[in-house]
């Protein structure tokens, strides 16, 4: 057993969200729920105010608080989110046992030799947490083992965020808990079902009669009980700073310059968290602009990131971004200011290790990639899959190299095309006529049926024979969303030569959309 | 004991004797007691490319079954240059065995292409790198691919001048890669041409179905040009039965 100090941020989820950017909806002083399979989870204090309780209904809540801004659970965020702060804390206490988002242990006889007293220690740590998080709240316990120090700390409150059980008492402190602190709710259904209440009637009841009735699992709740729980605190070293603002030693316009400027920094980032022993597969690039403007976006790759690979996402960024400005009329276009690294799960390096006979030859394959990628661009090259479509244009996915596509749903979809699939789909459709025999354009009523037979495929100059046709079939997308919804007939035709094509109607106008060769 | 002994001793001298008599064996060289098959005609050609042991024989890129008849050496010989049509069924069919058995294969320049279909047609997308639009960059873009790729297609780019050209073929066949080119380029191993015909649909009923495909090859040195049909459907390609696509034609005429 060792004496710990648990520090506890109480509503951690809600603090994570309010400072998720993504989260945009959720911003500090709002009244917020977290929800999970359409049950409140956690929510804020002005939310508990007006009787929002964990384990409502989501329906029920917006009742009571129509204000309520109801985001789900992640607890990923809430990871990250604390990751930051034990960042912050580990200036004060250089090694912690983190027992899950917002709750953290620390061994409290180094803190009491260093800062004088328990007190004194745990005003530091709560002073510490509210200066890197000023949205949280620090509650403090300590006792002789983990789980009373706990139980000690979510038993304070606002005005006493301290608890403090003398070394040895443990027990007694305990036995006045209601037994929902042992988390076990089966067990703890059971015992309230046999007129117990609190620890001490649990205890009471002797280790000998638990044994016969609970058997092991009731043995250690037991332990925990009484405070005679046994489990060591496993301290580790403070997560690695992973995020890198480099401030570029004068605004720049030109994406050479800045690339130039990154160059040297990139390397000290890189080396810095491979001496850690991570390396990074996913990175967030923020570019501050000096009229105030960030523009950030997330990149991955494949492998992990070298230096050099750091330098050219920006760059890549970079010139994407010009690419959009180029549209927008501005007199002075806003200069780079300073670029921000952030590398989102970091991987051990171990996982990463080139074998002794190199990585194999899917790394030579992705160097050979990556320098094509340097002459033609990030979105240059690209890998495909396919997925199912009602027009031939939504049947393939392009993701550019070393990005992860995006997982689509799969299985049938009705209406989607029919195979044998085009072989050709044409990137831009091109416009196209379809005349019928008496050189009219062929128009579709509103009951889907043709004004007359198609007779020749017009485009340009060109001008092929329509032997024989199918359809037309209409396809009605997303009609319940006015900005994407797309309406269309689609025809299959075969020329004179034996080609097929697909033309589709869609405003009035004919295209023609992909070729059956 | 000794009996079966001295039996087994007997065949096998009579093994050995045999050996050398080359005339009475060979069941292939009988030709007046039925018409050679294709079988009996590979089984010559074995013996003789066997006898040949002066040429290496060549590497080549496995194709689908149907395809192999299009190609001497049955399959896309590496460090060659083949001009296909504009025909992206008869690219997917090519690429599909490649891909499948690995190897990596480009498309360069072609910005319109069915991947759905690719699939269809047995393609292994997860080994398919395309570069839509690589501009005027395209001939550095395809140098530097050739370390890795094996199957390279190109779109419609004019072919270079003559000398970056013998650099370029030179390049092919150091990587022991296959280029896939459009029509217009010199110095081509084989030419391939695709005709279509689409089966299914009648006049506004129906629905595309069959696609027959004849495949010609054209090799360079003058020999005769090869020919096979193939019928793609939802299954996939498959090599059309000999006597079907006749009477098939025959019909499709009358009623057009």
């Not at chain 2, 006898?51 to 290496?56: P, Q």
């Not at chain 2, 570069?131 to 960059?137: N, R």
């Not at chain 2, 873009?141 to 030179?170: I, K, Q």
């Amino acid at each position: 057993m060792t004496r710990s100090i648990v520090l506890w941020c109480p509503r951690w989820p809600v603090v994570a969200a309010y400072r998720d950017d993504s989260c945009a909806e959720a911003s500090p002083g709002e009244p917020l729920a977290l929800i999970h399979s359409g049950v409140v989870v956690e929510c804020s204090l002005d939310a508990t105010a007006a009787g929002v309780r964990p384990g409502m209904k989501r329906r029920e809540a917006h009742t009571l608080l129509p204000a309520l801004v109801l985001i789900p659970q992640d607890e990923h965020r809430d990871r990250a989110a604390f990751d930051r702060v034990l960042i912050e804390l580990a200036e004060y206490v250089p090694q912690h046992a983190v027992l899950g988002p917002g709750l953290v242990a620390f061994g409290a006889r180094g803190l009491e030799r260093f800062y004088g007293s328990e007190e004194a220690a745990s005003r530091m740590l709560v002073d510490a947490l509210v200066r890197s998080e000023p949205l949280a709240e620090g509650r403090i316990g300590i006792a002789d083992d983990l789980f009373t120090a706990v139980t000690a700390a979510q038993s304070t409150s606002a005005r006493y965020p301290l608890r403090r059980v003398e070394p040895g008492e443990q027990q007694l402190f305990l036995s006045e808990m209601p037994l929902d602190v042992l988390g076990d709710a089966d067990t703890v259904s059971l015992l309230q079902r046999l007129g117990l209440h609190t620890l001490g009637d649990f205890v009471g009841l002797g280790l000998d009669a638990i044994r016969e009735r609970l058997g092991v699992p009731g043995e250690r709740l037991f332990h925990l009980a009484t405070g005679q729980s046994g489990a060591p605190l496993l301290v580790r070293d403070a997560p690695q700073d992973t995020r890198e603002r480099m401030e570029l030693p004068e605004s720049c316009t030109l994406v050479e310059q800045v690339a130039f400027g990154l160059k040297a920094r990139t390397q000290e980032y890189e080396t810095r968290l491979r001496g850690a022993g991570v390396v990074i597969t996913r990175l967030r690039i923020t570019v501050g602009y000096d009229d105030g403007l960030e523009h950030s976006r997330i990149w991955n790759h494949p492998r992990f990131f070298q230096a050099a690979d750091l330098v050219d996402r920006v760059r890549w960024q970079l010139e994407q971004a010009f690419r959009d400005a180029q549209n927008v009329e501005r007199e002075v276009s806003p200069a780079i200011s300073w670029v921000e690294y952030e590398a989102l799960d970091p991987e051990d390096i171990a996982s990463h290790e080139p074998g002794l006979w190199g990585a194999g030859p899917d790394s030579r394959v992705h160097h050979v990639l990556s320098r094509v990628q340097g002459l033609v661009g990030a979105h240059g090259v690209v890998t495909g899959t396919s997925r199912r479509g009602r027009l031939p244009s939504d049947t393939q996915v392009l993701t550019a190299w070393g990005d992860y596509e995006s997982q689509e749903a799969s299985g049938p979809l009705p209406g989607s095309l029919p195979s044998p699939l085009p072989a050709t789909i044409f990137s831009t459709p091109r416009e196209v006529s379809v005349l019928g025999q008496d050189g009219d354009e062929v128009s579709v009523s509103a009951r889907a049926e043709l004004s007359s037979s198609p007779a020749w495929l017009v485009s340009g100059a060109r001008r092929v024979k329509v032997t024989s046709w199918a359809g037309p079939w209409p396809v009605w997308e997303r009609w319940w969303d006015p900005a994407r919804s797309r309406f269309v007939h689609r025809l299959q035709v075969v020329d004179d030569q034996g080609m097929g094509w697909l033309v589709s109607l869609c405003n009035q106008a004919w295209s023609l959309e992909a070729r059956y060769d | 004991m000794k009996g079966p002994v001295f039996l087994c001793l007997s065949v096998d001298v009579d093994t050995i004797e045999q050996m050398f008599e080359y005339s009475s064996m060979s069941p292939a060289l009988i030709v007046d007691q039925h018409e050679p098959t294709r079988a009996d005609v590979e089984a010559l050609r074995h013996r003789i490319a066997a006898m040949e042991n002066t040429t290496a024989t060549p590497r080549v890129f496995p194709v689908h079954d149907a395809l192999t008849n299009l190609f001497p050496q049955g399959g896309l010989l590496t460090g060659a240059v083949y001009s296909l049509d504009s025909s992206a069924s008869l690219l997917w069919s090519l690429l599909a065995e490649p891909t499948q058995k690995g190897t990596w294969c480009a498309v360069v320049g072609m910005p319109d292409l069915g991947l759905a279909a690719a699939e269809e047609l047995g393609v292994n997308v997860d080994r398919l790198v395309l570069v839509p639009s690589p501009g005027a960059q395209w001939m550095a873009v395809l140098g530097t691919l050739l370390d890795v790729v094996g199957v390279c297609a190109l779109g419609s780019f004019s072919p270079p001048s003559e000398r970056s050209l013998s650099t370029l073929y030179g390049r092919l066949r150091e990587r022991q890669s296959t280029l896939l080119v459009r029509s217009g380029w010199p110095r081509v191993d084989a030419t391939l041409t695709a005709e279509h015909r689409w089966d299914g649909v009648g006049a506004g009923r129906g629905l595309l179905q069959e696609h027959s495909v004849r495949i010609s090859a054209t090799p360079r040195s003058g020999h005769t040009t090869r020919v096979c049909d193939v019928v793609i459907d939802h299954t996939g390609m498959r090599e059309a039965s000999p006597l079907a696509p006749v009477i098939d034609i025959a019909h499709h005429r009358k009623a057009g």
